[in-house]
C-alpha cells in the first residue's frame, strides 16, 4: 500500500456525462501529479499541484480541470465525456523537498 | 516541457540473462530520474531513481546510470527473473515539478 488513495476504484458513465476523481496523498506529501494511462499505452502527464497551487499543466483536455484543496486532498474533473476517455487515471504524490513519487490504484473510467 | 523517450518498446531475454533500457531526456534542468515498474493491471511502483549529482546507483540485481552531457540514463537488470517480465518506465522531472516519463519497455523475462 503506496499510502495514496483514489476513489472510486471503478467507474462506468455514458457519453457527454461529467465525473469526478478523488485523490487523498500520503500524509504529508505536497505534491500531486494527475496522469491518464490508456490501454497499453504510457503514463500520460496531466497536471500537477504543490501546496494547492497549479505547477505544471501537460496534455490536459480543455474538458479536464483540476484542483487541490486546502486538506491537500485533489479532484480531476472530467466532462463532456468522449469514449475516449475510457482510460485509467492516477494520482500519484510525492514530499516537498524530496522528489519520490507514489502512485495510486488508479481510478478504471469507461465511457459507454 | 520535458520530453522523454525510452528505447526498446519491447524486450524480451532469456531467465538469467542481463536487461538494458535506454532513456534520453530534453531539459538540461531536470535532475532526478526514477525507473518505475507496472506490473499487469497494478499501479506503477518506484524500483530505483537517481539525482543528478551521481553517475550510477546499484540495489542488489538493478543498476541505474546517468550520463548528464549527453542527457541519457539507463536502467540494467542482471540475472533476470520470470517476475521481473512487467511494464518498466524511466522519467525524467525537476525536483518539486511535473515528472514524464517516457513511453515504457514492456519486458518478457522467458524461463
Known amino acids: 500500500d503506496s499510502g495514496v488513495t483514489q476513489t472510486p476504484k471503478h467507474l462506468i458513465t455514458a457519453t457527454g456525462q461529467r465525473v469526478t476523481l478523488r485523490c487523498s496523498p500520503r500524509s504529508g506529501d505536497l505534491s500531486v501529479y494527475w496522469y491518464q494511462q490508456s490501454l497499453d499505452q504510457g503514463l500520460q502527464f496531466l497536471i500537477q499541484?504543490?501546496?494547492?497551487?497549479?505547477?505544471a499543466k501537460g496534455n490536459i483536455l480543455e474538458r479536464f480541470s483540476a484542483q487541490q484543496f486546502p486538506d491537500l486532498h485533489s479532484e480531476l474533473n472530467l466532462s463532456s465525456l468522449e469514449l475516449g476517455d475510457s482510460a485509467l487515471y492516477f494520482c500519484a504524490s510525492s514530499p516537498g523537498g524530496t522528489a519520490e513519487a507514489f502512485f495510486g490504484q488508479g481510478t478504471r473510467l469507461t465511457v459507454v | 516541457g520535458e520530453n522523454v523517450e525510452q528505447h526498446p518498446s519491447t524486450l524480451s531475454v532469456q531467465e538469467g540473462d542481463s536487461a538494458v533500457i535506454k532513456c534520453t531526456y530534453s531539459?538540461?534542468?531536470?535532475?532526478?530520474f526514477p525507473w518505475y515498474k507496472q506490473e499487469l493491471g497494478k499501479r506503477p511502483q518506484l524500483i530505483i531513481d537517481i539525482r543528478s549529482n551521481v553517475g550510477e546507483k546499484k540495489d542488489q540485481r538493478i543498476a541505474v546510470t546517468l550520463n548528464k552531457t549527453a542527457k541519457h540514463f539507463s536502467l540494467h537488470i542482471t540475472e533476470t527473473q520470470p517476475e521481473d517480465s512487467a511494464v518498466y518506465f524511466c522519467?525524467?522531472?525537476?525536483?518539486?515539478?511535473?515528472?514524464?516519463f517516457g513511453a515504457g519497455t514492456r519486458l518478457t523475462v522467458k524461463p
Open positions: 499541484y504543490y501546496n494547492g497551487e497549479e505547477r
Open positions: 522519467a525524467a522531472s525537476i525536483i518539486n515539478n511535473d515528472m514524464r
Open positions: 531539459d538540461s534542468a531536470s535532475n532526478y
